[in-house]
């Protein structure tokens, strides 16, 4: 299994942005589609956004032109840009691996990271 190691979490108003970024050990990065999840309070957790390994993007309906998510290959790295922030963003976010290179609803995730909270304040 590969280590992922999320960064970049914290308090944002409203309206604002904050990067995530999410390290994976190991050799094999750029084979593999990566993703975001969020679980709020007292919800199931959802996927956010997920990338092939190729780099093409897919994204929940509720962050569609807010959020980005991207890759850097060279460096093991997925970031997730997020702005324009609601409270309804907040969550712990976590970065996961697929068993794959491509991306479909309900494809195997061999991989979680820990999880990062997010505070989006009104």
């Known amino acids: 299994q590969v280590q992922l190691v999320e960064s970049g979490g914290g308090l944002a108003q409203a309206g604002g942005s904050l990067r995530l970024s999410c390290v994976a050990s190991?050799?094999?990065?750029?084979?593999?589609?990566m993703g975001w999840f969020r679980r709020a309070p007292g919800k199931q957790r959802e996927l956010v956004a997920a990338?092939?390994?190729?780099?093409?993007?897919n994204y929940a309906d509720s962050v569609k032109g807010r959020f980005t998510i991207s890759r850097d290959n060279a460096k093991n790295t997925v970031y997730l840009q997020m702005n324009s922030l609601r409270p309804e963003d907040t969550a712990v976010y976590t970065c996961?691996?697929?068993?794959?290179?491509?991306?479909?609803?309900?494809?195997?995730?061999?991989?979680w990271g820990q999880g990062t909270q997010v505070t989006v304040s009104s």
């Open positions: 990338i092939t390994s190729g780099g093409s993007p």
């Open positions: 996961a691996r697929y068993s794959t290179w491509r991306y479909s609803p309900g494809n195997h995730v061999d991989s």
């Open positions: 190991g050799r094999t990065f750029s084979s593999y589609a």
